[in-house]
DNA sequence: TTGACACGTTAGATTCTCCTTACGTATTAT
DNA sequence: ATAATACGTAAGGAGAATCTAACGTGTCAA
């Protein structure tokens, strides 16, 4: 009756899900890039790059600045904190677990 | 001639894009758990909870564990560092580009 | 003014995701 | 033996992602 599809790419998880995104990223950490310079690093058309950085900057990880023609964009890293905090809060709770063990250890012999 | 569509799920960062699979993650890194269990803590049907966690599997992020008629999986934080790595290589872009910035502002009045 | 350049957007095709509802299999309980 | 439990898998469908090609808009150059 309602059967659901795949979840429109809302966060930053599903924003470096893919590894053209990842690149340009990891291009645009470099220094701010116009987007002819962006699309030399990938293999996908220019077309492609402008809707992956469409995508980027619906989750607000890049932001873009008119400068002539051009158009240079910029990295946010700090929106990647998402990801950092969700990976951070998993150490802590593998810690514990490797406490709980290394006690468990102690008590038994 | 050669559209292409999605591609599909093959490393860390795919399969930590969605928010189900984030909860499962969570969940095993407090201990290893049945379905039964895992499938508790989230909203969707118990068939997508093991969806779910074949995807998981493909990409070697949890295995499992037969145990009677249960099956326990286990989490392996270790397929995270392709995602840590990645986030590190960014951050150490990016405090290149501080240092490039200090050093600039200490050149120019 | 005309042409080249940089870029976004639309249209259309294809493929994957992701859900629920059946169904099948193995194991435990009665 | 029979029933109940735990789980995976197949079927089917809605929806989103992702690509290329074509087109439109604004800017610089000659």
Known sequence: MSP???PPIADAFGAIAHPVRRTLVTALAGGDK???EL?????????AVSQH???LR???LVS??????????RL???????VRTWM???????????DLLAQHLEENP
């Not at 699309?39 to 077309?47: F, G, L």
């Not at 951070?88 to 490797?98: G, I, M, T, V, Y």
């Open 4 to 6: 659901v599809g795949a």
């Open 34 to 36: 116009p987007v002819r």
């Open 39 to 47: 699309a030399a690093v990938v293999t996908v058309s220019r077309p």
């Open 53 to 55: 950085l469409a995508v």
């Open 58 to 60: 619906g989750v607000g």
């Open 64 to 73: 873009e600045e008119r400068h002539g023609r051009e158009r240079r964009y």
């Open 76 to 82: 946010h890293p700090e929106r990647l904190d998402e």
């Open 88 to 98: 951070h809060a998993l150490d802590r709770f593998w810690d514990h677990r490797l």
